[in-house]
């Protein structure tokens, strides 16, 4: 059966809470309800669409409920994993219990639809990519991160026609320099590697991001960025 991937990060939902987001912008005037226009418009029941992170606003796991019952209703498969403000996601277990049927969380794992397999985890700033400030305390969750990033691709199997890593934080700069990420995947190959985490606002040029470097394609998918729109970046596999 043919399946399309599709990508769209930092959805920022807040259906239980006050949390709007045109606080940051009239580019977020009722983004979820064109988030929902746009996957309908373009996502089929059987493709698989990845989130990486910043999923819901909620502190803890009851008050993201909606959101992931808003994200269950759209079509097709989704896959998440943790972003830095989804403070509601606590150990994997726990996740997996709460989570509607439709949405399969990757937590420093990897998942295989047929010949595709997807890793991914979290990720954080890298202290060598100058994209912003870090203190002492990021440098040490930078380094476990890049740890358990190394988990998730070693989880994956060989033999795959696609491989996928799906981080939060960027893997690379602006300008297309290859961060510690890149090298620790580097042995075990990626063809498209996906994030967010930045967000429009500071007249900052994003399209940096998406670039080719040697065989892996970089993806960059914050929801702004995307006008909300989930973004196709694998065509019946």
């Not at 049927?101 to 060598?128: C, V, Y």
Request: charged residues 25%.
């Amino acid at each position: 059966m043919a399946m399309k991937v599709f990508v769209i990060s930092d959805l920022h939902l807040s259906f239980s809470s006050d949390k709007p987001m045109d606080v940051f912008g009239d580019v977020w005037k009722d983004h979820p309800e064109r988030i929902r226009q746009y996957w309908y418009d373009s996502v089929g029941k059987d493709d698989l669409v990845l989130i990486p992170g910043d999923i819901s606003w909620a502190m803890k796991m009851d008050g993201a409920l909606m959101d992931l019952e808003f994200i269950h209703g759209l079509p097709g498969k989704k896959m998440i994993i943790k972003g830095n403000h989804d403070y509601w996601w606590s150990s994997l277990s726990k996740v997996k219990k709460a989570l509607p049927d439709s949405i399969i969380p990757l937590h420093n794992t990897a998942e295989t639809f047929g010949d595709i397999g997807i890793a991914g985890t979290r990720l954080w700033i890298d202290p060598g990519l100058n994209m912003e400030k870090t203190s002492d305390d990021d440098v040490r969750i930078w380094n476990r991160e890049l740890e358990r990033l190394k988990i998730s691709l070693r989880a994956l199997p060989k033999g795959l026609s696609k491989r996928i890593i799906m981080t939060h934080y960027p893997p690379i700069s602006l300008d297309g320099t290859p961060g510690r990420a890149v090298d620790a995947a580097s042995d075990l190959g990626c063809d498209i590697w996906v994030f967010g985490h930045m967000h429009l606002g500071d007249n900052t040029d994003y399209n940096g991001f998406n670039r080719t470097i040697g065989k892996t394609r970089y993806e960059f998918a914050s929801a702004d960025y995307l006008e909300f729109k989930p973004k196709l970046i694998l065509d019946k596999v």
